[in-house]
């Protein structure tokens, strides 16, 4: 079975510090894993996807993820956190059926950001 | 314009009762998912269709039945509500699997009296 792990349920930063946010996965074949972010009262929103070409990842908003076979990570990085980025960040792994694919969602880390 | 749009966003109502979320993709994919996100965020899928057709169910009570009357359409209908139900649904869409992204619709917020 595949499964993601988001390690800090709470991250908080300061205006214009890295912001990392930690994913490891668990996957007996090669996964497909993705960066979600959700403002509060809405829907889900794509920040990048891995799909087993470029180990580096450029989302959109500044971030970017790199896939790490050897630690099987996939830990969000932006190198300058703004305001707009107070959010809930899920990690989640993609496992194809056919036509549809089943995401499989860490429990979210909600990352705060200070002046 | 909204690509997945559900109705309605928020929905209160009493245990024992009978109610349906609707949800609806102006993306033309052929693929739509239910999912249900708990009080502590965590997010779960619930059913998925391809062209009308289930592919996914996972361990949801009977209460839960999707109903997919299109391609472009995927509704929730529960049956007598219980308070456990009560959650945040979201509705999403993709065109096929793999590494296909999911569009998220704005969530369905049911409180269960």
């Known amino acids: 079975a595949q499964s993601v792990t988001q390690l800090g349920s709470h991250v908080s930063v300061s205006e214009g510090a890295l912001v990392l946010l930690r994913c490891n996965y668990s996957?007996?074949?090669?996964?497909?894993l993705f960066w979600y972010v959700q403002y509060p009262n809405q829907g889900l929103q794509l920040l990048l996807k891995?799909?087993?070409?470029?180990?580096l990842v450029k989302g959109i908003n500044g971030f970017e993820a790199e896939f790490k076979k050897s630690e099987t990570s996939f830990h969000l990085t932006k190198p300058s956190a703004h305001m707009s980025d107070a959010a809930e960040y899920f990690c989640?792994?993609?496992?194809?059926?056919?036509?549809?694919?089943?995401?499989?969602f860490g429990t979210g880390t909600r990352l705060q950001v200070t002046l | 314009d909204t690509a997945v749009s559900q109705t309605p966003k928020y929905l209160v109502t009493q245990m024992g009762n009978d109610k349906s979320i609707k949800c609806e993709q102006n993306?033309?994919?052929?693929?739509m998912y239910w999912y249900k996100q708990d009080s502590k965020k965590f997010l779960k899928i619930m059913f998925s269709y391809n062209n009308k057709e289930l592919i996914i169910n996972e361990t949801v009570p009977n209460r839960f039945s999707p109903k997919s009357p299109d391609k472009a359409h995927l509704n929730l209908h529960i049956n007598s509500l219980e308070l456990g139900d009560s959650a945040v649904y979201f509705c999403?869409?993709?065109?096929?699997?793999?590494?296909?992204?999911?569009?998220f619709g704005p969530g369905t917020r049911l409180l269960v009296l």
């Open positions: 891995y799909t087993s070409a470029a180990t």
């Open positions: 993306l033309g994919h052929d693929t």
């Open positions: 999403a869409s993709s065109q096929g699997g793999g590494t296909e992204t999911q569009y």
């Open positions: 996957s007996s074949v090669p996964p497909y």
């Open positions: 989640a792994v993609s496992k194809h059926t056919g036509t549809a694919s089943k995401l499989t």
